[in-house]
């Protein structure tokens, strides 16, 4: 995939400067973006619950996969 970018003047924007890429590239940034904010979000849940059942003292351990699933 060839990616073509244009770099606009900084003063046409306020925030800095412009970047024009084709509208599906910009879509799939987007479509990466949400995924990986997504999976954050996720992944820090995992992290709160984690930390939450280690405090009470109900979080399960096992030495080996084996003794999960019990087979």
């Not at 003292?57 to 096992?62: N, Q, R």
């Amino acid at each position: 995939m060839v990616m073509i970018t244009i770099t606009l003047l900084e003063h046409t924007s306020k925030g800095g400067p412009l970047v024009a890429i084709p509208q599906k590239e910009y879509e799939e940034l987007l479509r990466l973006k949400e995924r990986f904010l997504w999976e954050e979000e996720d992944t820090d849940e995992a992290v709160r619950v984690f930390r939450a059942e280690k405090k009470q003292g109900i979080l399960k351990t096992a030495r080996s996969f084996k003794s999960i699933v019990g087979k």
